[in-house]
């Protein structure tokens, strides 16, 4: 249902405002957060695809509608993580959330990545994220309790391609 | 054990080949491990502390046999990750890794770390790897079967300050 999105892997300069505001939109991450999948872009920006983070952007209307961002894990075979995946608050509930994620897997896929690593957050607002990465045929490989805080774990999914 | 190494925290241009030494000294790392772990190096030599990695320096008559590198992990309450530790082939024996763990351990109580993460490889040549880590206080919080690679999995260790 995501028919009127048109993608695009290009970074430009104007996606550190667009994923700023994707990711503010949802009223979930903390401003650490943010600035940390910012400087994500910034990375890209200045250092092309040798940053190892890759991007798919969904456009409609001129708006970046939603986002992804993975690469691969140095020092594995084939290992790849997706780091973000983030849907503005306006544009959810289209489908567009599992087609970035189809894409980023087939992407993946054809970089030559075999296992896909996602990491949440184990509290209860996550649990919507979590059950998303369930329904698209990712398992729990690990939960590393207090990983981020008291009572706020880190989930790591796992797919195999 | 390691009363004749004097310790550095400042981090030098030399010790990009100082860390591509100790680590290639112990014939365990593969080329792109040591790459990494020399890039480490070169953030923080270019980014200061701002890069959020910390470095020690064991030296003795004037060359370095040893080093830790460490740093908060972002968007964390106060984990860390112990992302190297490594001597010199021929200074083993003495004690110097659990010195320069103790060090790293203290260095990062001071900074507000409550939480350190040490991953290491579930294959059979890093068992005195992961002995080391159950002698000095970590558990094992998590093994990720086949991260690495086909029988390579990443072992997590944790320890609580």
New interface residues.
Partial sequence: MSGDFSFRTEVLPADREAVRAILESSGFF?P??VD?AVELVEERLARGLASGYHFDFAETGGQVAGYTCFGP???????FDLYWIGVRQDRRGAGLGRSLLARAEDRIRSLGGG?I?VETSSRPQYEPTRGFYLSRGYRV????D?????A?GKV?F?KVL
Same sequence: chains 1, 2.
């Fill in positions: 903390y650490e957060e940390v894990i140095a020092c594995t075979k084939d290992s296992r690593y490989e690990a939960v590393l207090g990983f981020y805080g008291p706020d790591i796992l």
